[in-house]
């Protein structure tokens, strides 16, 4: 039992305690902007006050409830950027007021992944913003000096904020060596297969296809630089694929939706010996027909986030402003806002790409 006197000191210390807002996750469906500790730096990390952080698919998902992957109560918000306030870094290569992007995976860095440079399959990793470790959905936020990757002063705050999902296309872009005169098919045009379009046209492929039940994404794909789109509801891929490649089906497919449909559809609309990279993870037993695969010489890869190295080289990609940013953004919220705007991503997803958060406004 605590004494009065230990009670009063402990809330003594709380009131003393410096607080911040953050947008809290306490089970399926609700979100709620609280006061809560603001977190202090230990030994190797900054306190980073958060400029800007996306609403990811898998945001949205949990705070459905529908993935396990959120344990309330915490703050979710994986994709962000923020600005040095505090370094408690020995030696640090930052300074306070430096602008950065932030790599979400903890690593350890000791396991056999880690070691190989696998840090996405890290044995020991936590995720900011997943499952209980509290993520970017607040005002401020500590984080290790290793995870971050300095933005050039030219380049507007949210486009730190989209490093981390370019960084999931880049990963599955990379498993793919030699794509240029390549014919390519990108299933899903949400903000994973956007992502997975710009970061192929790189390579110069021959045709890009973009396949999409939306109409108003697939629009969007041709924004992008799709060259052919299909919408299965309306179109059979096979026959739209072969009519655009003499008879041909296409080299490599990037399926970035994670439904048995979609990964049926991946596998029936590459050519034999063809490659098909697996991004999308959303249902988690699917039937296909193995023998479409075996008897073709397919090659099925999964590709999971991405390694630290494929985030840095992605980091750099954006502050060169080799690709279109500006028109990934649907808008810019505020923290408070963004508690009704996780329900209207969910009813109207065609009506967003990517929203982004700013906990300053």
């Not at 005002?139 to 960084?167: I, R, S, T």
Request: aromatic content about 6%.
């Amino acid at each position: 039992m605590v004494s009065i006197h230990a009670h009063h000191a402990l809330r003594e210390g709380i009131c003393n305690m410096s607080m911040m807002k953050a947008l809290r996750y306490l089970g399926p469906k609700k979100l709620e902007v609280q006061e809560v500790p603001k977190p202090i730096p230990k030994e190797n990390e900054v306190l980073l006050k958060i400029i800007n952080v996306g609403i990811c698919g898998s945001d949205v998902h949990g705070y459905l409830g529908i993935t396990g992957r959120r344990i309330e109560p915490m703050t979710m918000g994986h994709e962000f950027c923020g600005e040095i306030v505090e370094n408690n870094v020995a030696g640090s290569k930052f300074k306070v007021g430096d602008r950065v992007s932030v790599q979400p995976v903890d690593f350890c860095g000791n396991c056999e992944y880690c070691n190989q440079g696998l840090v996405n399959l890290c044995d020991n990793k936590r995720f900011f913003g997943v499952l209980d470790v509290d993520g970017a959905f607040a005002e401020y936020l500590a984080v290790n000096e290793k995870l971050l990757f300095k933005m050039d002063e030219e380049v507007p705050d949210y486009v730190g904020a989209l490093v981390e999902p370019y960084a999931v296309g880049y990963g599955a872009v990379n498993k793919i060596s030699g794509l240029e005169n390549k014919n390519i098919l990108i299933i899903g045009a949400g903000t994973i297969g956007l992502t997975v379009l710009q970061l192929v046209q790189v390579h110069s492929p021959n045709k890009i296809f973009v396949s999409d039940l939306s109409n108003s994404r697939l629009e969007k794909a041709k924004e992008f630089g799709a060259d052919v789109l299909i919408n299965p509801s309306a179109d059979d891929p096979i026959a739209v694929i072969k009519e655009n490649l003499s008879g041909q089906l296409v080299d490599v497919v990037f399926e970035a939706v994670g439904v048995e449909a979609t990964a049926n559809q991946s596998i029936n609309c590459v050519k034999p010996y063809g490659e098909i990279v697996w991004i999308g993870n959303s249902q988690q037993e699917i039937k296909i027909n193995m023998q479409s695969i075996v008897t073709a010489a397919k090659t099925v890869k999964g590709t999971y986030i991405y390694t630290q190295e494929e985030f840095e080289e992605t980091h750099n990609i954006l502050m060169s402003g080799k690709v279109k940013t500006a028109e990934f953004i649907t808008e810019i919220v505020s923290l408070e806002e963004a508690v009704s705007k996780f329900e209207d991503i969910d009813k109207n997803p065609d009506n967003y790409i990517k929203v982004i958060v700013d906990p300053r406004i």
